[in-house]
């Protein structure tokens, strides 16, 4: 697994507890990091019994989003603790680089808060699932579309996994092999099930068809799991894929028989479940695993493999095989990969049709040369394809390598260096591994691939790259996670791939290998210019090791999270080295002659958490790129800093300082990207100033011309005001994260989305009318206020929001004399704000309200017909809540005119999140249509009796449910049975399936 960059992983060493020692699986997650410092039982992993407080109460917000502990929290047993796997520069700074011009970024879990009882990562799952392009709707691993929930199951209250976008079966063979292959699933004698067949064939696509049929079937069995096998699996490996997929935490046990013990009774417990296991290069023993195929009746495994001796060896009940399909078949595919809207002269479509004919009946090749020629007109271009495919020779004599010549083909016919350059660059990262668009993108731009005037020019510019190899079927299109767009590469084009980048010996690529150790001298050659040994279990590399590689430009060592020693000697005769990457490696220090490296653009420290030092960075004149987030032991600012004239990018926290280096930042006048991390949980500085992030002086942060994407923490107003005062009025900034003020020790809360442009406000006294001329920059997506004593709504912050016309998101945090967030004498008073009001509000998707001690209602009605575009509600710990929408409809008489007469709506709420609110008694007063509802949690509002909410009606007047809803998440059974007032008399008993208790969660 790669580990994020959360910086709870400070506090583990090599998967051990620094407190208590517990030692962890390497495949743990964060969130049972988490859960271990939190000091909150019942969640399945062990408590640390000496962990210090600060950091026990830190690890509890971070689970929790509050700065004090609820009451007794359960979990679900569906919950998928272990953080999805992002690539190797993380989905942390990914959000980062999609500030720079990524507009398909990562949202972080936090956006909108989350609720108690549920992981950041589920609930971060919950917020994402959308059917919007950057959902999770394209997840091209079928396993991906039951992470939400570990797989369909029979419990109405659970949800299932997402249907997989996959190819048509294209011949009536497939058909008769999917109908084959049905009949054995439902036959109960049969509980084992073989495929097989050569790369390309079809394989994965035939049973994606049947998983996709199961998801459709919910009542034919319980559970559906997908697990996409690698060539270095083991039983280990496979153990820990198949626990994420239940559910089951093995993070305590590292003995294999135990291990397996417990996935055996787990598994049993599901009762009828379908287990995929795709593309399995070698047989398994399942008992050894925990696989209890043949004790528990009416439990399936299908195998997808090369190699029928895999079936045999495991001895498949039944096995298929799935042969290339037939001449006729193959040009239907290849037509409809084409385009039917393609006409092809009688001339081209002969050529066409030899084309296909050369491809062997594979779906791979074929499908791969149809994404090639689509759009090709000429017919001499088609005679060149032709001619090319036909001179092509097999590299070997594996059947495999039939698809070889194709795959070869489409790569040449790529037509810009740049865009096969991208393409290669994917064979750099593990087998199977889902690549984060950002990522791979960052790395371009780092290789000097990408170019262009602006960091968001090449990130448009390589997504477009990205698409090219999309449609050329070259890369798969994978969504993970909500907004994290991913590519992927089939195994058999990820060979071809490196076999072009060995040749003439110039790459090495042993990603995900399981090294222990560097390769020796022999494969260090003098030809090599990229090598990629990221993602292994490499622990130091000794002095032994002095590679002479004059060509070497690329170096991807990261996610060896067992690496803490680099001999200085290592890179003395890399001396074009360009691109160097250690993010997430286990060093302590940085090899001195690392300050050599004069050709160095792009340095890579991502997530280091025990680096203390960093040597200096004066003669690295060509350096672009310095990436140091979440090296939280970093002791000092490297020295040298001053020198790098070149830098383009800088992200990096404060080392324990008080305020960034004065003069620093305008000898950076290049800097595209400045982002100064805030620590995400309370800390001591060098001079005990708890809590309290480094600060950056606006004047200077000002004079950044060239300034895209900015992070940054301001003392007060008045540095704010220089920043507003210096800037480029003429430049706006793609995105920032601008906080201003002392903020309250949870004001990490806010720093979530990374794709807003985002102003945090902390306390300070303020004259309304004087301090406010300066206005906020007018594109704020984003505004958090922390701590105003003083403000008694919104209407306080009038002139600084009332151009805002494409605010978002109202996050209101500890204002204690604010009773409402808007009044609803503001809009009837005398003389109006001003009709613009309406224009401020019609954007906003997000109103969040935390700790607000004397907030009765969040909104009057009055507002609702500005809020056509309102996604998310989301009230915490608000004491006097009394009702989320406030006021009648004769209350709003004279200010809401025409609209009093219709329908209230609220016509894109998907999220309603109501917690801790002990005087709450209504949602609205009124009769509220919220047809797009998908998650609505109640957690401790025990006074809550009137819902408000109308269900939509069926053709026979009859209530049903939000066609859209997922669940509902109740406190418990007792208060779901007290709520009285619904808009409709049944209402409660259609609403019953889609509720989940907490108080009856499996833990």
């Given at each position: 697994m790669v580990q994020s960059t959360d910086p709870f992983w400070h506090h583990v060493e090599e998967m051990k507890c620094i407190y208590c020692g517990r030692q962890f699986p390497n495949d743990t997650s964060i969130s049972r990091i988490k859960w271990h410092l939190s000091g909150e039982k019942g969640r399945g992993v062990a408590i640390c019994e000496r962990v210090p407080k600060q950091v026990q109460e830190a690890a509890f917000q971070a689970m929790h989003g509050a700065n004090k502990r609820h009451k007794s929290i359960a979990s679900s047993s569906n919950v998928n603790d272990n953080a999805i796997s992002t690539t190797p520069q993380e989905q942390n700074n990914n959000e980062v680089d999609n500030l720079a011009g990524d507009a398909g970024g990562t949202q972080a879990a936090d956006r909108m808060g989350h609720p108690p009882g549920r992981s950041v990562?589920?609930?971060?799952?919950?917020?994402?699932?959308d059917d919007i392009?950057?959902?999770?709707?394209g997840v091209v691993q079928p396993g991906a579309g039951a992470r939400s929930s570990g797989g369909l199951?029979?419990?109405?209250n659970e949800t299932p996994g997402d249907a997989v976008p996959t190819t048509k079966l294209v011949g009536q063979v497939f058909e008769d092999h999917k109908k084959t292959i049905w009949s054995w699933l439902m036959h109960d004698e049969v509980s084992t099930i073989g495929i097989y067949g050569m790369g390309g064939v079809g394989k994965t696509t035939l049973v994606t068809h049947i998983y996709n049929q199961l998801l459709e079937r919910p009542g034919t069995f319980c559970h559906v799991y997908w697990i996409t096998v690698s060539q270095d699996t083991n039983i280990n490996k496979l153990q820990n894929s198949i626990a994420k997929r239940i559910g089951l935490d093995l993070s305590n046990e590292d003995e294999e028989l135990y291990r397996a013990s417990k996935l055996s009774k787990e598994l049993t417990k599901k009762q009828k479940w379908v287990l995929i296991l795709d593309d399995l290069w070698k047989a398994i023993e399942l008992?050894?695993?925990?696989v209890p195929i043949q004790a528990v009746k009416g439990c399936k495994l299908i195998v997808t493999t090369r190699l029928e001796k895999v079936c045999q060896q495991m001895d498949t009940q039944h096995k298929i095989k799935v042969s290339p399909i037939l001449e006729e078949q193959a040009w239907t595919l290849f037509i409809e990969r084409l385009g039917h809207d393609m006409a092809l002269s009688p001339e081209v479509e002969q050529i066409a049709k030899s084309i296909t004919k050369e491809c062997d009946g594979l779906p791979l090749g074929i499908i791969t040369m149809a994404g090639t020629m689509k759009g090709v007109e000429d017919i001499h271009e088609w005679r060149n394809a032709l001619e090319e495919l036909k001179q092509s020779r097999l590299w070997q004599e594996d059947m495999d390598e039939k698809v070889f010549k194709i795959l070869r083909f489409s790569y040449m016919h790529l037509k810009e260096s740049a865009l096969q350059q991208c393409f290669l660059y994917c064979a750099l990262f593990p087998e199977d591994f889902e690549i984060s668009r950002g990522d791979l993108i960052a790395y371009l731009i780092d290789e000097g691939v990408i170019k262009g005037l602006s960091r968001k020019a090449e990130f448009d510019k390589g997504h477009s790259m990205l698409n090219k190899l999309e449609s050329a079927c070259l890369l798969e299109k994978v969504k993970l996670g909500g907004r994290l767009r991913c590519v992927k590469m089939h195994d058999l084009i990820r060979d071809m791939a490196i076999q072009i980048l060995e040749e003439n010996s110039q790459g090495m690529v042993k990603a995900g290998a399981r090294l222990r150790e560097v390769p020796g001298?022999?494969?260090?050659?003098?030809?090599?210019?990229?090598v990629s040994l990221m993602q292994n279990q490499i622990e130091e590399i000794p002095s032994t090791h002095s590679p002479r590689c004059p060509s070497l430009s690329t170096l991807l060592l990261c996610g060896n999270s067992k690496l803490q020693f680099i001999a200085d000697l290592f890179f003395e005769q890399l001396h074009e080295l360009k691109v160097l990457d250690l993010s997430r490696t286990n060093i302590t220090k940085l090899p001195?002659?690392?300050?050599?490296?004069?050709?160095l653009t792009a340095l890579l420290l991502i997530g280091c958490k025990m680096l203390r030092h960093v040597p200096s960075l004066e003669k690295l004149k060509a350096l672009k790129k310095l990436d140091l987030s979440s090296t939280w032991a970093l002791e000092k600012i490297p020295q040298g800093m001053e020198c790098l004239c070149n830098l383009r990018y800088l992200r990096m926290n404060g080392c324990g300082e008080k305020e960034f280096p004065s003069g620093l930042l305008p000898k950076l006048s290049l800097l595209q990207v400045f982002v100064m991390e805030d620590w995400p949980f309370p800390h001591t500085t060098k001079d005990n100033r708890k809590g309290l992030p480094i600060t950056v002086k606006g004047k200077e942060v000002g004079c950044l011309r060239k300034l895209e994407t900015l992070v940054c923490h301001f003392e007060g107003y008045l540095d704010y005001v220089e920043y507003l005062k210096t800037r480029d009025e003429t430049k706006s900034l793609t995105r920032y994260r601008i906080c201003v003020g002392l903020l309250d020790k949870c004001y990490y809360r806010y720093l979530g989305d990374f794709r807003r442009k985002s102003i945090v406000l902390g306390n300070w006294s303020f004259d309304r009318d004087k301090d406010f001329q300066v206005m906020f920059l007018k594109d704020i997506q984003q505004l958090g206020i922390d701590n105003y004593d003083d403000a008694t709504s919104l209407c306080d912050f009038w002139s600084l929001i009332k151009n805002a016309?494409?605010?978002?998101?109202?996050?209101?945090?500890?204002?204690?004399?604010?009773e409402s967030l808007v009044s609803s004498s503001w809009f009837c008073s005398a003389p109006p704000p001003s009709p613009s009001y309406s224009g401020i509000f019609f954007g906003l998707k997000e109103f969040s309200c935390y700790y607000c001690k004397n907030m009765k209602k969040l909104f009057p009605l009055v507002l609702l017909p500005s809020l056509v575009n309102l996604e998310c509600i989301k009230v915490d710990n608000c004491e006097k809540m009394e009702e989320i929408i406030g006021g009648t409809r004769s209350d709003e008489e004279g200010v809401m005119g025409e609209e009093s007469s219709t329908d209230l709506k609220l016509p894109k709420l998907r999220y309603l999140l109501l917690m801790e609110l002990p005087e709450l008694k209504s949602i609205c007063s009124a009769k509220l249509i919220c047809d797009s509802l998908q998650f609505i949690q109640v957690r401790n509002c025990e006074k809550l009796k009137r819902m408000g909410i109308c269900l939509p009606l069926l053709e026979n007047g009859e209530p049903s449910?939000?066609?859209?809803?997922?669940?509902?998440?109740?406190?418990?059974e007792e208060w779901w049975e007290s709520v009285v007032e619904w808009e409709h008399s049944n209402a409660k008993d259609i609403l019953r399936p889609f509720v989940r208790f907490e108080d009856n969660m499996e833990i």
């Amino acid at each position: 697994m790669v580990q994020s960059t959360d910086p709870f992983w400070h506090h583990v060493e090599e998967m051990k507890c620094i407190y208590c020692g517990r030692q962890f699986p390497n495949d743990t997650s964060i969130s049972r990091i988490k859960w271990h410092l939190s000091g909150e039982k019942g969640r399945g992993v062990a408590i640390c019994e000496r962990v210090p407080k600060q950091v026990q109460e830190a690890a509890f917000q971070a689970m929790h989003g509050a700065n004090k502990r609820h009451k007794s929290i359960a979990s679900s047993s569906n919950v998928n603790d272990n953080a999805i796997s992002t690539t190797p520069q993380e989905q942390n700074n990914n959000e980062v680089d999609n500030l720079a011009g990524d507009a398909g970024g990562t949202q972080a879990a936090d956006r909108m808060g989350h609720p108690p009882g549920r992981s950041v990562e589920e609930f971060s799952r919950w917020l994402m699932e959308d059917d919007i392009e950057n959902g999770t709707g394209g997840v091209v691993q079928p396993g991906a579309g039951a992470r939400s929930s570990g797989g369909l199951t029979c419990n109405t209250n659970e949800t299932p996994g997402d249907a997989v976008p996959t190819t048509k079966l294209v011949g009536q063979v497939f058909e008769d092999h999917k109908k084959t292959i049905w009949s054995w699933l439902m036959h109960d004698e049969v509980s084992t099930i073989g495929i097989y067949g050569m790369g390309g064939v079809g394989k994965t696509t035939l049973v994606t068809h049947i998983y996709n049929q199961l998801l459709e079937r919910p009542g034919t069995f319980c559970h559906v799991y997908w697990i996409t096998v690698s060539q270095d699996t083991n039983i280990n490996k496979l153990q820990n894929s198949i626990a994420k997929r239940i559910g089951l935490d093995l993070s305590n046990e590292d003995e294999e028989l135990y291990r397996a013990s417990k996935l055996s009774k787990e598994l049993t417990k599901k009762q009828k479940w379908v287990l995929i296991l795709d593309d399995l290069w070698k047989a398994i023993e399942l008992h050894k695993v925990g696989v209890p195929i043949q004790a528990v009746k009416g439990c399936k495994l299908i195998v997808t493999t090369r190699l029928e001796k895999v079936c045999q060896q495991m001895d498949t009940q039944h096995k298929i095989k799935v042969s290339p399909i037939l001449e006729e078949q193959a040009w239907t595919l290849f037509i409809e990969r084409l385009g039917h809207d393609m006409a092809l002269s009688p001339e081209v479509e002969q050529i066409a049709k030899s084309i296909t004919k050369e491809c062997d009946g594979l779906p791979l090749g074929i499908i791969t040369m149809a994404g090639t020629m689509k759009g090709v007109e000429d017919i001499h271009e088609w005679r060149n394809a032709l001619e090319e495919l036909k001179q092509s020779r097999l590299w070997q004599e594996d059947m495999d390598e039939k698809v070889f010549k194709i795959l070869r083909f489409s790569y040449m016919h790529l037509k810009e260096s740049a865009l096969q350059q991208c393409f290669l660059y994917c064979a750099l990262f593990p087998e199977d591994f889902e690549i984060s668009r950002g990522d791979l993108i960052a790395y371009l731009i780092d290789e000097g691939v990408i170019k262009g005037l602006s960091r968001k020019a090449e990130f448009d510019k390589g997504h477009s790259m990205l698409n090219k190899l999309e449609s050329a079927c070259l890369l798969e299109k994978v969504k993970l996670g909500g907004r994290l767009r991913c590519v992927k590469m089939h195994d058999l084009i990820r060979d071809m791939a490196i076999q072009i980048l060995e040749e003439n010996s110039q790459g090495m690529v042993k990603a995900g290998a399981r090294l222990r150790e560097v390769p020796g001298a022999e494969d260090w050659t003098e030809n090599l210019t990229r090598v990629s040994l990221m993602q292994n279990q490499i622990e130091e590399i000794p002095s032994t090791h002095s590679p002479r590689c004059p060509s070497l430009s690329t170096l991807l060592l990261c996610g060896n999270s067992k690496l803490q020693f680099i001999a200085d000697l290592f890179f003395e005769q890399l001396h074009e080295l360009k691109v160097l990457d250690l993010s997430r490696t286990n060093i302590t220090k940085l090899p001195d002659s690392v300050s050599e490296l004069v050709s160095l653009t792009a340095l890579l420290l991502i997530g280091c958490k025990m680096l203390r030092h960093v040597p200096s960075l004066e003669k690295l004149k060509a350096l672009k790129k310095l990436d140091l987030s979440s090296t939280w032991a970093l002791e000092k600012i490297p020295q040298g800093m001053e020198c790098l004239c070149n830098l383009r990018y800088l992200r990096m926290n404060g080392c324990g300082e008080k305020e960034f280096p004065s003069g620093l930042l305008p000898k950076l006048s290049l800097l595209q990207v400045f982002v100064m991390e805030d620590w995400p949980f309370p800390h001591t500085t060098k001079d005990n100033r708890k809590g309290l992030p480094i600060t950056v002086k606006g004047k200077e942060v000002g004079c950044l011309r060239k300034l895209e994407t900015l992070v940054c923490h301001f003392e007060g107003y008045l540095d704010y005001v220089e920043y507003l005062k210096t800037r480029d009025e003429t430049k706006s900034l793609t995105r920032y994260r601008i906080c201003v003020g002392l903020l309250d020790k949870c004001y990490y809360r806010y720093l979530g989305d990374f794709r807003r442009k985002s102003i945090v406000l902390g306390n300070w006294s303020f004259d309304r009318d004087k301090d406010f001329q300066v206005m906020f920059l007018k594109d704020i997506q984003q505004l958090g206020i922390d701590n105003y004593d003083d403000a008694t709504s919104l209407c306080d912050f009038w002139s600084l929001i009332k151009n805002a016309t494409e605010l978002e998101a109202i996050n209101i945090t500890r204002c204690n004399s604010m009773e409402s967030l808007v009044s609803s004498s503001w809009f009837c008073s005398a003389p109006p704000p001003s009709p613009s009001y309406s224009g401020i509000f019609f954007g906003l998707k997000e109103f969040s309200c935390y700790y607000c001690k004397n907030m009765k209602k969040l909104f009057p009605l009055v507002l609702l017909p500005s809020l056509v575009n309102l996604e998310c509600i989301k009230v915490d710990n608000c004491e006097k809540m009394e009702e989320i929408i406030g006021g009648t409809r004769s209350d709003e008489e004279g200010v809401m005119g025409e609209e009093s007469s219709t329908d209230l709506k609220l016509p894109k709420l998907r999220y309603l999140l109501l917690m801790e609110l002990p005087e709450l008694k209504s949602i609205c007063s009124a009769k509220l249509i919220c047809d797009s509802l998908q998650f609505i949690q109640v957690r401790n509002c025990e006074k809550l009796k009137r819902m408000g909410i109308c269900l939509p009606l069926l053709e026979n007047g009859e209530p049903s449910p939000p066609p859209s809803l997922r669940e509902i998440d109740a406190s418990s059974e007792e208060w779901w049975e007290s709520v009285v007032e619904w808009e409709h008399s049944n209402a409660k008993d259609i609403l019953r399936p889609f509720v989940r208790f907490e108080d009856n969660m499996e833990i």
